[in-house]
């Protein structure tokens, strides 16, 4: 074992200068340091001989140049003035008044040539800034907004890696506080760096290179879950046979989600069935323009309304059921609300902040790639599509860009009920929206957007939902990592009757502040008569009325 001392940064710079045998063989850094301390070395020498010069005209003390080397030295660093000061002449004071300001200018110089780039060409190890990991998401060349994801798994308590193949701009994440280290995914070494032994998920992400993503982490944890993300349906089966838990294809998945948001009507199949006739169900908007966009829950004139019951809201493209009371708004947002058809006259008649969700008979679909034709897919029959696109050969009604008026117009739009924009292009799809709108004000646009960001533009724009497909992306690996299920369409809320013995003695509101987001108590049948007041404290011989998703009201008795 050798025992040479280790070296530092700067030592190394010397050894290499003292081993160049020419100044044809220096890299321009070096050359650099070489002209920079030739330099310094003449201003010192000069500076010497000037006060060598000075002190004995001016003072009338004949010193050596080494003892006016000594003193320029000392007087440019700022460490002390020697056994010369004070000075008689006021042209020996002036001369050492410059003498210190550009001995602070060279220092100055020196951090920024000499210095700096010392220790900014010190290797990074990424790996020591991570902390222990145990049960953790392992992100592979995670490409839809690495900000946004690591966001959401931070605000969701998630514990994870990103390994990035760009070292750049792992260094920059990482600098962020992000949990981030540089790598090729593909090796066993980068994996086991990103402690995948001790990981619970791998996401994948790196397009043609996920199956051998997958091939690594499995041989690294064949016990480990895989989930991949993909821009077409087609490798599906062939990840699934590699060993992949689940493929996802994104824009096949946002096509779905806009589908869904447009074909959802205020009709659910369980309702009628479990709260009679005279109490209905209906989905309320949050006009994006109107008072309640912004709003608390519990500022909303459903609260206030003891005839009406929220039983959850869809907001930023998220389910809640049901809404937290301290929870804002999003435009747009959708509430599920429980009540007589009066109580809603007496909403809409109270502020302009809600709109009706509209079933729409006649749709026009923006792009046919994955997205568009995922949307068109999922529209009930009856539904008149019209879909436009820029390639003939996609089969689109009308060919053209959907952000011309003469091509919206050739599509109908003027007497469609819904627009909706699912180009790959952000900023197409911003103005493809601003002229659906100046076309037809009353119809509902529904846009589909990549960037986060973007989805302000888009409710600038006027559109009336916005999904972004880096924050769907990111909620939806975030609800995997912690085993959560996905819930997407309005439909899946289901009422349901359920025996009220272990109830019994508590009054409505108090079931619904105890449900723990697992349920809502909608109301109670008692005698033929349906009451949703949350005051009304449940008896013996009354029948619940819950609402959730069918996962969770298995869990109920009598369900």
């Given at each position: 074992m050798s025992s040479e001392k280790p070296q530092g940064p700067l030592e190394q710079q010397l050894r290499q200068l003292r081993s160049i045998d020419s100044i044809?063989?220096?890299?321009?850094?070096?050359?650099?340091?070489?002209?920079?301390?030739?330099?310094?070395?003449?201003?010192?020498?000069?500076?010497?001989?000037?006060?060598?010069?000075?002190?004995?005209?001016?003072?009338?003390?004949?010193?050596?140049?080494?003892?006016?080397?000594?003193?320029?030295?000392?007087?440019?660093?700022?460490?002390?003035?020697?056994?010369?000061?004070p000075w008689v002449t006021p042209y020996m004071n002036l001369l050492v008044i410059w003498y210190q300001i550009s001995g602070v200018l060279i220092g100055f110089i020196t951090l920024r040539i000499l210095i700096i780039p010392l220790f900014e060409r010190a290797p990074v190890v990424l790996d020591d800034r991570l902390t222990a990991?145990?049960?953790?998401?392992?992100?592979?060349?995670?490409?839809?907004?690495?900000?946004?994801?690591?966001?959401?798994?931070?605000?969701?308590?998630?514990?994870?890696?990103?390994?990035?193949?760009?070292?750049?701009?792992?260094?920059?994440?990482?600098?962020?506080?992000?949990?981030v280290i540089d790598g090729d995914p593909t090796k066993?070494?980068?994996?086991?760096?990103?402690?995948?032994?001790?990981?619970?998920?791998?996401?994948?992400?790196?397009r043609e290179r996920n199956a051998s993503v997958a091939l690594t982490a499995h041989q690294c944890n064949e016990d480990v879950r895989v989930l991949s993300l993909t821009e077409t349906p087609d490798r599906q089966e062939a990840l699934e046979q590699i060993g992949v838990d689940r493929v996802v294809c994104v824009p096949s998945l946002i096509g779905r989600q806009l589908a869904e948001k447009a074909t959802a009507t205020a009709t659910f199949a369980t309702a009628a069935d479990a709260i009679g006739e005279e109490t209905v169900v209906r989905e309320l908007v949050v006009r994006h323009d109107g008072p309640?966009?912004?709003?608390?829950?519990?500022?909303?004139?459903?609260?206030?309304?003891?005839?009406?019951?929220?039983?959850?809201?869809?907001?930023?493209?998220?389910?809640?059921?049901?809404?937290?009371s301290s929870e804002?708004?999003?435009?747009?947002?959708?509430?599920?609300?429980?009540?007589?058809?009066?109580?809603?006259?007496?909403?809409?008649?109270?502020n302009d902040g809600f709109r009706s969700l509209t079933t729409y008979d006649s749709v026009v679909v923006a792009g046919l790639g994955e997205a568009g034709t995922a949307v068109t897919e999922h529209f009930p029959d009856g539904v008149d599509?019209?879909?436009?696109?820029?390639?003939?050969?996609?089969?689109?009604?009308?060919?053209?860009?959907?952000?011309?008026?003469?091509?919206?117009?050739?599509?109908?739009?003027?007497?469609?009920?819904?627009?909706?924009?699912?180009?790959?292009?952000?900023?197409?799809?911003?103005?493809?929206?601003?002229?659906?709108?100046?076309?037809?004000?009353?119809?509902?646009?529904?846009?589909?957007?990549?960037?986060?960001?973007?989805?302000?533009?888009?409710?600038?724009?006027?559109?009336?939902?916005?999904?972004?497909e880096r924050r769907t992306i990111?909620?939806?690996?975030?609800?995997?990592?912690?085993?959560?299920?996905?819930?997407?369409?309005?439909?899946?809320?289901?009422?349901?009757?359920?025996?009220?013995?272990?109830?019994?003695?508590?009054?409505?509101?108090?079931?619904?502040?105890?449900?723990?987001?697992?349920?809502?108590?909608?109301g109670l049948e008692r005698d033929g008569e349906f009451l949703t007041d949350d005051t009304v404290r449940i008896a013996d011989g009354d029948t619940l009325v819950v609402a959730g998703t069918d996962e969770r009201l298995r869990r109920l008795p009598g369900e």
């Amino acid at each position: 074992m050798s025992s040479e001392k280790p070296q530092g940064p700067l030592e190394q710079q010397l050894r290499q200068l003292r081993s160049i045998d020419s100044i044809d063989d220096m890299t321009e850094r070096q050359r650099t340091v070489v002209k920079f301390l030739t330099a310094l070395v003449s201003v010192l020498v000069a500076y010497a001989v000037i006060y060598q010069a000075g002190m004995r005209t001016l003072e009338g003390d004949d010193i050596t140049i080494f003892h006016a080397l000594q003193t320029v030295v000392e007087t440019m660093t700022t460490t002390g003035y020697g056994a010369d000061s004070p000075w008689v002449t006021p042209y020996m004071n002036l001369l050492v008044i410059w003498y210190q300001i550009s001995g602070v200018l060279i220092g100055f110089i020196t951090l920024r040539i000499l210095i700096i780039p010392l220790f900014e060409r010190a290797p990074v190890v990424l790996d020591d800034r991570l902390t222990a990991k145990d049960g953790h998401v392992v992100v592979c060349e995670y490409g839809r907004g690495k900000d946004v994801l690591l966001d959401e798994f931070e605000a969701s308590g998630i514990d994870y890696v990103l390994v990035d193949p760009d070292k750049d701009e792992a260094i920059d994440l990482s600098n962020r506080d992000y949990q981030v280290i540089d790598g090729d995914p593909t090796k066993t070494e980068t994996l086991q760096r990103a402690g995948v032994g001790d990981a619970a998920l791998v996401v994948m992400d790196a397009r043609e290179r996920n199956a051998s993503v997958a091939l690594t982490a499995h041989q690294c944890n064949e016990d480990v879950r895989v989930l991949s993300l993909t821009e077409t349906p087609d490798r599906q089966e062939a990840l699934e046979q590699i060993g992949v838990d689940r493929v996802v294809c994104v824009p096949s998945l946002i096509g779905r989600q806009l589908a869904e948001k447009a074909t959802a009507t205020a009709t659910f199949a369980t309702a009628a069935d479990a709260i009679g006739e005279e109490t209905v169900v209906r989905e309320l908007v949050v006009r994006h323009d109107g008072p309640l966009a912004g709003a608390r829950v519990e500022d909303t004139p459903i609260v206030a309304n003891p005839d009406l019951t929220l039983v959850g809201a869809w907001i930023d493209g998220e389910l809640r059921l049901p809404p937290r009371s301290s929870e804002r708004l999003s435009p747009n947002a959708v509430l599920v609300v429980v009540g007589p058809e009066a109580a809603f006259e007496a909403v809409h008649g109270e502020n302009d902040g809600f709109r009706s969700l509209t079933t729409y008979d006649s749709v026009v679909v923006a792009g046919l790639g994955e997205a568009g034709t995922a949307v068109t897919e999922h529209f009930p029959d009856g539904v008149d599509v019209t879909t436009i696109d820029v390639d003939e050969s996609t089969g689109a009604d009308v060919v053209g860009n959907a952000s011309d008026g003469p091509v919206l117009a050739d599509a109908g739009i003027e007497d469609a009920t819904a627009f909706v924009v699912a180009v790959d292009d952000d900023e197409t799809a911003l103005l493809a929206t601003a002229v659906g709108r100046s076309m037809a004000e009353e119809i509902d646009i529904l846009v589909r957007v990549t960037n986060a960001e973007d989805v302000a533009k888009g409710f600038d724009a006027g559109a009336d939902y916005v999904l972004s497909e880096r924050r769907t992306i990111a909620r939806l690996l975030a609800a995997e990592a912690h085993r959560e299920p996905v819930v997407h369409p309005i439909g899946q809320i289901r009422f349901a009757r359920v025996e009220s013995d272990e109830f019994v003695g508590q009054d409505l509101g108090e079931i619904q502040r105890s449900a723990n987001q697992e349920w809502v108590g909608v109301g109670l049948e008692r005698d033929g008569e349906f009451l949703t007041d949350d005051t009304v404290r449940i008896a013996d011989g009354d029948t619940l009325v819950v609402a959730g998703t069918d996962e969770r009201l298995r869990r109920l008795p009598g369900e």
